[in-house]
């Protein structure tokens, strides 16, 4: 919602592909600030995007190993 008017403004859709069963840590304001820069960042670059439609995808997935080891 932070970042829906600049991706409305550029013409930028958001195509988000998450894993169910995300650790909570993932919504802490440190990671949502680090997000909301990549998505700032994201729409800049394809401001030269003219032949396709602007799609910007988020995807998450899980570390197997990284969870085993906690």
């Known amino acids: ?3 829906q008017r600049e991706m409305d403004s550029h013409k930028v859709s958001l195509r988000l592909e998450l894993t169910p069963a995300l650790p909570r ?3 802490s304001c440190p990671t949502a600030a680090v997000i909301i820069n990549l998505v700032m960042n994201g729409i800049e670059a ?3 995007v003219t032949d ?3 799609e910007l ?3 998450s997935r899980q570390d197997e190993a990284e969870c085993s080891s906690a």
């Open 46 to 48: 394809m401001q030269s």
């Open 25 to 27: 840590s993932l919504g």
């Open 52 to 54: 396709r439609p602007r």
């Open 57 to 59: 995808a988020i995807r």
């Open 1 to 3: 919602m932070l970042v």
